[in-house]
């Protein structure tokens, strides 16, 4: 019954930055924690930010660590991705997901259950 819808991806250059929105629709009980990731052609989905909906904890992936920021409205209605400093390998498709607030690891794609279709991103420079 959830649904996550992305936006705000595009094409910028290199050092520029982007703001991508998740609107989580339907029943969001069973929803404890939300999470960005990014897959480029061939290669693994990978974690860029995770946020927890109880106390909006956050979590980030190594390489966007100072570069981005996650943020919730209180509801967790919507999710929001900052990313800046991009760079040309950062070109992916970028996912937001839901799943439960307890996890061990939190960038690990297999725990989240629910998926959206994802917002391209394509960094040029």
């Known amino acids: 019954q959830v649904q996550l819808v992305e936006s705000g991806g595009g094409s910028v250059q290199a050092g520029g930055g982007l703001i991508l929105s998740c609107k989580i629709l339907?029943?969001?009980?069973?929803?404890?924690?939300m999470g960005w990731f990014r897959q480029a052609p061939g290669k693994e989905r990978e974690g860029v930010a995770v946020?927890?909906?109880?106390?909006?904890?956050?979590e980030y992936g190594d390489p966007w660590k100072g570069r981005s920021k996650i943020s919730r409205d209180i509801a967790m209605r919507t999710v929001t991705l900052h990313l800046n400093n991009l760079k040309p390998e950062d070109t992916a498709v970028y996912y937001c997901?839901?799943?439960?607030?307890?996890?061990?690891?939190?960038?690990?794609?297999?725990?989240?259950?629910?998926w959206g279709q994802g917002t391209q991103v394509t960094v040029s420079g």
């Open positions: 997901a839901a799943g439960p607030g307890l996890v061990l690891i939190p960038m690990n794609p297999d725990l989240y259950d629910y």
């Open positions: 339907g029943d969001t009980e069973r929803i404890g924690r």
């Open positions: 946020i927890r909906k109880r106390d909006g904890t956050t």
